[in-house]
């Protein structure tokens, strides 16, 4: 198959599906999204990324959606859909893509699915959010409402100092996201799935004085062997995103009742492959293979 991958430059990612693609015989092209071009005219839309037509790839893998203006952002999105109406297979989909890369917008829709979430407040004043922050118990953390990797996320259980970052937020024109503060065992779950099936599955625990247990924020990850309950509830909450390749993120609140934080449609996976000792492009592509259409 002829297979395009959407990441940033000396992506470790987009390396290790190059090299696991093209052992399996795919020609594998690497992508940047500020090179796409779309030429429309009556009846055709043809799309390219510097000398490679894009409606020649059989499938796109989304590795990144880099930071841009709003502008920048909805193109990109509008491009990859405009890549799928003609066929071309777009992992995960741009409908999936847009939800979960908005906290907020996958925060509610997997509330309005009945799935357990924090108690979360978004809101544009930082008067506002002073009143959530009383709120939600005066323990709170602030999220960007675009982000990954814990970037961004600051923990405020002082009123005064709640009030300073908003307001400082505020002025920067960004949404006020915030979320109460979980106070359970010291961890969380990050649950990898592929077409509703655990690719694998770790504990993270964040190094002392931190909260944030990512990986990418020195957090440690161990194997962890999920339950038939936080299996399902990663499922329903995939779904619920349109996530095809999806890294859910649960915790457990101090009362025992888990908690879905987060829903990853561009998920990372070098902790856990090593913590679990598989390897996940081998995976992806085993599965790509098979559920491709015929004549790919």
């Known amino acids: 198959m002829q297979i395009g991958v959407f990441g940033n430059q000396d992506s470790w990612y987009v ?12 020609n594998i092209v690497p992508l940047l999204f500020q090179e796409i071009v779309s030429a429309v005219d009556t009846g055709q839309v043809r799309l390219s990324c510097g000398e490679i037509n894009l409606l020649s790839l059989d499938a796109v893998i989304v590795r990144t959606m880099p930071p841009g203006t709003l502008e920048q952002v909805i ?4 491009l990859l859909a405009g890549l799928e109406a003609q066929g071309v297979r777009i992992l995960n989909s741009p409908r999936a893509l847009e939800c979960a890369v ?3 917008l996958t925060t509610q829709r997997l509330s309005l699915a009945g799935l357990p979430v924090p108690p979360t407040i978004v809101c544009e004043t930082a008067e506002t959010a002073l009143v959530a922050f009383e709120q939600l118990g005066g323990d709170v953390v602030i999220k960007p409402l675009f982000g990954a990797e814990g970037r961004g996320i600051i923990r405020v259980s002082d009123p005064e100092l709640a009030l300073r970052a908003c307001r400082t937020l505020e002025r920067l024109g960004a949404v006020l996201y915030l ?4 106070q359970g065992p010291g961890f969380d779950i990050r649950i990898l799935l592929l077409d509703g099936s655990l690719l694998g599955s770790m504990k993270r625990t964040p190094q002392p004085g931190d909260f944030r247990a ?4 020195n957090g440690t990850g161990t194997k962890h062997v999920p339950t038939e309950n936080e299996l399902q509830l990663a499922v329903r909450a995939a779904a619920v995103t349109g996530s095809q390749f999806a890294g859910v993120d649960l ?14 449609a561009v998920p990372g996976w070098r902790g856990l492959q090593q913590a679990c000792g598989v ?3 081998e995976k992806f592509f ?7 259409p015929v004549g790919q």
């Open 102 to 104: 908005d906290k907020y």
């Open 179 to 182: 979320q109460q503060f979980v």
């Open 15 to 26: 390396s290790e599906l190059c090299r696991a693609g093209t052992e399996r015989g795919h």
């Open 279 to 281: 390897c996940i492009p």
């Open 251 to 264: 915790m457990y609140d101090q009362n025992g009742n888990p908690l879905v934080i987060e829903v990853n």
């Open 75 to 78: 193109a990109r999105m509008d």
């Open 286 to 292: 085993e599965w790509l293979e098979f559920s491709a």
């Open 214 to 217: 990512n990986i990418s924020q």
